[in-house]
Nanobody, 123 residues
Framework: QVQLVESGGGLVQAGGSLRLSCSAS????????MAWFRQAPGKEREFVAA????????YYVDSVKGRFTISRDNAKNTVYLQMSSLKPEDTAVYYC????????????????WGQGTQVTVSS
């Protein structure tokens, strides 16, 4: 089992920045990818970014490329999502997730989820 705890959400004005953190514990050696998903009110949950736990590969949805950066600190078992140039449409609950599989953007492949953290971007 892997446990995930997110932190760092909040309220920010458009154009501002936030950094989300996701701390992993438990059987972290089983993790292949860590990712961030988000769900806006009335919308389905969508993939935002992923990073290979044991390598350098990163992946992003087109709408956040150039604005968001996913990174990890394996010594701390923590993944970060640095969000810059935030837009009101980035408002959502952001979830951290972990998978044992090489698939990275399909939420059905993710075995473990955090509780979510709210990000609100005001215009």
């Amino acid at each position: 089992q892997v446990q995930l705890v997110e932190s760092g959400g909040g309220l920010v004005q458009a154009g501002g920045s936030l950094r989300l953190s996701c701390s992993a514990s438990g059987r972290t050696s089983s993790i292949y990818h860590m990712a961030w998903f988000r769900q806006a009110p009335g919308k389905e949950r969508e993939f935002v970014a992923a990073i290979r736990w044991g390598g350098a590969s990163t992946y992003y949805v087109d709408s956040v490329k150039g604005r968001f950066t996913i990174s990890r600190d394996n010594a701390k078992n923590t993944v970060y999502l640095q969000m810059s140039s935030l837009k009101p449409e980035d408002t959502a609950v952001y979830y951290c997730a972990a998978t044992r599989y090489s698939v990275y953007s399909n939420e059905n492949a993710y075995n473990y989820w955090g509780q979510g953290t709210q990000v609100t971007v005001s215009s």
